[in-house]
């Protein structure tokens, strides 16, 4: 029943809509329409990626110069219901009922990406080609987690009674920088032969970051709790925690996007690469390492009131680094950007006022299977808005709308979320994100 539902929820947007990928992708000028060039509408088009829509595609209806503010936040999940992560993201009280629904629907290795994203700039047209900046502070965080490591986490170890926990390939890489974006975009040719490439490198300033990596490490519990054995094989590293706020170079890094658009007969394609750059976290960065085997069977007292006081008080990080085998040390490392790929078909129908878009965007070095998506907008004078539908990736089935339009010729907004199922049947669909943009042409 849920797939006929979603097949059917999949054509009427697909249908009865007009996308333009955020409007990034559709016409301005008839002119140019007729003779069938390519045209973006801003040199931001395909240089940043958080979901179907293109969060910094702003089009300058009026003027050669616009300047902008735009953020975003988003929570992709491959399973954890909303129901569940809204209960996290608010400290909530997570019952037996929540739990269960959640685990249920998990699969044996799991994937999620979360972070924000905001920032202002201005770009500027001379002739046929267009320079800009903008500067940003950024968050993005992918998570990699077995069954068994949420299980143990949110239910204990009671279930896993002479059994083991295999928490091998779990992860997380969090890095939190300041970007200065510089921007070129070019037009050349016409007709069809035409192509638009926008073209970004980027400063990036890292001021915190945690790497976690989970080799082959389980975990087994002995019948009636007798004993705990572990064989636990882990890597963490963190920048330099003596240097704290988010103007702490504690990392330095480049980035670049590239996007190529060209038309296709009565279409038009576009292929965007996201993220192609890393950040070099400092040589005081602190790095811990785990490679040992551990049997624990408890701390025994003779006397509580004698003992206690004299074997706890000695317990700090330190004694426990030694206890477990965990060696420290300082030293610079790199971590690379979520490198992605996107590909994007466009058509214009009936008079430009209604168009379709269909798409596919990968994180091969994370996901496993792409994200394909499709979307739908029409535009009508003052405001445009447009339904989108996507699967994969980051993330399960769901469904989203935005709104565009402009107040006077110089201002131009835009409000809109990837994953709105999400709110209307928490327990059901995962994920959820929210944009919002503001721009003036002078």
């Known amino acids: 029943m849920m797939i006929k539902i979603h097949y059917r929820i999949f054509l009427i947007s697909f249908f009865i809509f007009h996308f333009s990928f955020s409007d990034s992708l559709a016409q301005s000028d008839s002119a140019i329409l007729l003779k069938k060039n390519v045209h973006l509408k801003s040199a931001f088009d395909g240089l940043y990626w958080a979901g179907p829509q293109n969060h910094f595609s702003i089009q300058n209806n009026y003027g050669n110069t616009f300047l902008f503010a735009s953020g975003a936040v988003f929570l992709n999940t491959q399973a954890l219901p909303f129901s569940f992560t809204k209960k996290i993201m608010q400290s909530g ?14 699969k044996d290795y799991n994937g999620a990406r979360f972070g924000y994203k905001y920032g202002s700039g201005f770009c500027t047209r001379i002739k046929k080609k267009e320079i800009g900046l903008e500067i940003s502070e950024e968050s993005v965080s ?12 949110f239910f204990g170890n ?11 390939g779990s992860g997380i890489i969090n890095q939190d920088f300041h970007r200065a974006r510089f921007i070129f975009s070019t037009i050349s040719g016409v007709g069809d032969s035409s192509w638009q490439m926008n073209i ?9 970051v945690n790497v976690l990596s989970v080799g082959n490490a389980k975990l087994y519990t002995a019948p009636m709790g007798e004993y705990l ?23 330095n890094g480049i980035s670049l996007d590239l996007n190529l658009a060209f038309p296709a007969g009565k279409s038009q394609m576009m292929f965007a690469i996201n993220d192609a750059g890393f950040i070099h976290w400092n ?34 990080t330190d004694s426990i680094f030694n206890y477990l085998g965990v060696k420290q040390n300082k030293k610079g490392f790199n971590v690379n950007l979520p490198l992605r790929f996107s590909f994007i078909w466009h058509r214009l129908l009936n008079k430009n006022k209604i168009g379709l878009i269909g798409g596919i965007s990968f994180l091969p070095q994370y996901e496993n299977i792409p994200m394909v998506f499709c979307s739908a907008t029409y535009n009508f004078q003052q405001i445009q808005p447009a339904v989108t539908v996507s699967y994969g990736g980051f993330q399960r089935f769901n ?3 935005n709104v565009s339009g402009k107040i006077t010729k110089h201002f131009k907004w835009m409000l809109g979320s990837n994953q709105m199922l999400s709110w209307l049947v928490a327990d059901r669909f995962s994920g959820v994100d929210f944009y919002s943009q503001l721009s003036y042409s002078f």
């Not at 896993?160 to 295999?166: C, G, L, P, R």
């Not at 390492?289 to 025994?300: P, R, S, Y």
């Open 158 to 168: 009671a279930d896993y009674e002479d059994d083991t926990i295999f928490m091998r």
């Open 283 to 316: 040589n005081q960065s602190l790095f811990y390492a785990m490679d040992t085997t551990l049997k624990f069977e408890g701390v025994e007292l003779v006397n509580v009131f004698t003992d206690a006081g004299s074997n706890l008080q000695n317990i700090n």
């Open 229 to 251: 054995w572990m064989n636990s094989k882990f890597i963490f590293q963190t920048n330099d925690t003596t240097q704290t706020g988010s103007f702490a170079f504690n990392g």
């Open 142 to 153: 992918i998570l990699n987690y077995r069954k068994d490591l949420f299980g143990l986490v």
């Open 93 to 106: 009280f997570l019952n037996n009922e929540i739990k269960n629904n959640a685990v249920n629907k998990l």
């Open 399 to 401: 469904m989203g709308m």
């Open 200 to 208: 970004s490198l980027s400063y990036l300033q890292g001021y915190h």
